[in-house]
């Protein structure tokens, strides 16, 4: 049995549930709903839907109902690869573009929280730790960091989606 490469639909699949993730986070925004709210985590019920969905697709279709562990593993992480792109270009631009005072308001919040944790810090600690939190706030890294937490939380994800989607193939030699 000829297997066919899972490239393409693994990209069609990784944009698709990125672009998801993109419109939920949107509707999210525009409902001014808070960034640490838990609607939120639905984000993640949406990447893992697309990965399954994605996975059980790509095996029906493309290769004739069989996939094996490793094969389902390397589909879902290519969706993954594919989503968590999309995910970080959308991040830098919401961060940029759309919502620039989220950034604003997480380097308060840090600054709120060194103080609460340490009341007694000097100014001029205090600054060096402003200075390390703006460094990872700003639309890159976050644009980043956004990537990679994507990157390990998926494949985390298709670890585990991989042990559904795969299917042995049955038939006697």
């Known amino acids: 049995m000829e297997q ?50 994605g996975m059980s697709s790509i095996r029906e279709k493309q ?21 968590a792109i999309l995910l970080a270009i959308f991040a830098y631009f919401y961060l940029q573009y759309i919502n620039p005072s989220a950034l604003a308001k997480a380097s308060a919040e840090a600054e709120n929280k060194i103080l ?11 600054q060096k730790a402003l200075d390390m939190v703006k460094i990872f706030t700003n639309p890159f890294m976050s644009a980043v960091t956004q990537f990679i937490s994507n990157l390990i939380a998926g494949t985390i994800f298709s670890l585990i989606i991989a042990i559904f989607a795969k299917r042995e193939d049955r038939t006697l030699a």
């Open 4 to 53: 066919k490469s899972t490239f393409l639909p693994a990209l069609q699949f990784g944009l698709l549930t990125g672009l998801a993730m993109v419109v939920y986070t949107l509707i999210l925004y525009l409902a001014g709903v808070d960034m640490h709210s838990y609607w939120n985590l639905f984000n993640y019920v949406l990447f893992v839907g697309g990965l399954y969905w």
């Open 63 to 83: 290769l004739e109902g069989v996939m094996s562990y490793g094969k389902a593993f390397g589909t879902g992480f290519l969706i993954t690869l594919f989503a």
């Open 116 to 126: 609460a944790s340490n009341p007694n810090i000097s100014d001029a600690d205090l």
